[in-house]
């Protein structure tokens, strides 16, 4: 996957990787190799730094980088004998959400994922990430047959929210994710999710309520996207109402888990996950498997009970205890 698209904060970096490569292929290389190492020491410290000190907007942008890890990848990545499960038997079939049954390790699952495209016609063809409510009622009905097989669910969330289109709203958008929320807080089966880019909205809580919640590490998840916040509360989107948004909004990993919306951050490769998929990916996959594995003790009315009680505290606010 290649990765000749660099960030803003990224060209100090992005320079150091031209000298790399000049010095490496030079025909007396191997006489240089001190040199090389000590290159590629200096750049990996450098990473370190500017994604140790990264802003909110930042992150953002690094949830967008266009050689991010999708769904697909992953799947093709960490999953054996996968097949795909097309159609809501309604309407259509949403390419902007892929389900399917395959296996993560030994782990036999049902995988639900947003879908961004790589090239123009896919990313048109999938709207760019932004289900229709047919994506969403094909999403529900490959859970429930999950869970009438008894298989754990893994849902993988990027989107940047669901699509406003007048088309989409026609066909019941709010009434399919809000269907979701309520038939996915009764599923007697393990879910686990996993903010793998962007998290936004009402789009990624279509397929987010689960028995565990987790992002990668320079994923976001929100309420609204930084540029929808700017928008409203400045009437205009640029680079200082996006960071200012993205600040207020405490999107990133470390905010989520801080403030009780997530329960794990997936850590990723130094630079991100776009700079080592295959990496990002083994990471990804000890994570799922050992999770599946901890929810597997568990009943499925247990589940359904301990899932409940999670959201219901989300947002818990003691009167008492602030006064004092």
């Known amino acids: 996957m290649s990765t000749t698209y660099s960030l803003p904060f990224e060209e100090p970096v992005v320079e150091l990787n031209r000298q790399i490569e000049a010095l490496a292929e030079r025909e007396d290389a191997e006489l240089m190799q001190e040199e090389l190492d000590n290159l590629r020491d200096n750049r990996d410290r450098l990473l370190k730094k500017i994604y140790a000190q990264l802003t909110p907007w930042d992150t953002v942008r690094v949830a967008r980088h266009p050689n991010r890890p999708q769904t697909a990848d992953y799947i093709n990545m960490i999953c054996r004998d996968f097949r795909e499960l097309h159609g809501d038997r309604n309407f259509g079939d949403d390419r902007s959400i892929i389900t399917g049954f395959g296996r993560i390790g030994s782990e036999k699952v049902l995988i639900v994922g947003h879908q961004k495209g790589r090239t123009t016609q896919e990313r048109i063809a999938c709207h760019f990430g932004c289900a229709h409510p047919e994506g ?185 205890e602030h006064a004092q």
């Open 136 to 320: 969403y009622r094909k999403a529900m009905i490959k859970m429930k047959l999950a869970e009438k097989f008894g298989l754990p669910i893994v849902t993988f969330i990027d989107t940047p929210g669901a699509y406003p289109g007048l088309k989409a709203e026609e066909r019941g958008q709010a009434e399919a994710i809000a269907v979701n929320l309520r038939d996915m807080s009764r599923l007697k089966t393990p879910i686990l999710s996993i903010v793998i880019g962007e998290g936004g909205s009402g789009g990624a809580l279509g397929i987010g309520v689960a028995d565990r919640v987790a992002m990668m590490e320079n994923s976001w998840y929100s309420v609204i996207s930084p540029e929808g916040c700017a928008a409203i509360l400045w009437k205009v989107a640029n680079d200082e109402t996006n960071n200012k948004a993205a600040n207020s909004l405490a999107l990133t990993a470390n905010d989520n888990l801080n403030n009780g919306l997530i329960d794990c951050i997936v850590k990723e490769p130094l630079g991100g996950a776009h700079r080592n998929p295959k990496l990002a990916a083994e990471q990804l996959q000890r994570y799922v498997i050992d999770t599946l594995r901890e929810l597997s003790r568990f009943n499925p009315r247990a589940l359904v009970e301990r899932r409940y009680e999670k959201f219901r505290r989300i947002g818990e606010f003691n009167e008492a």
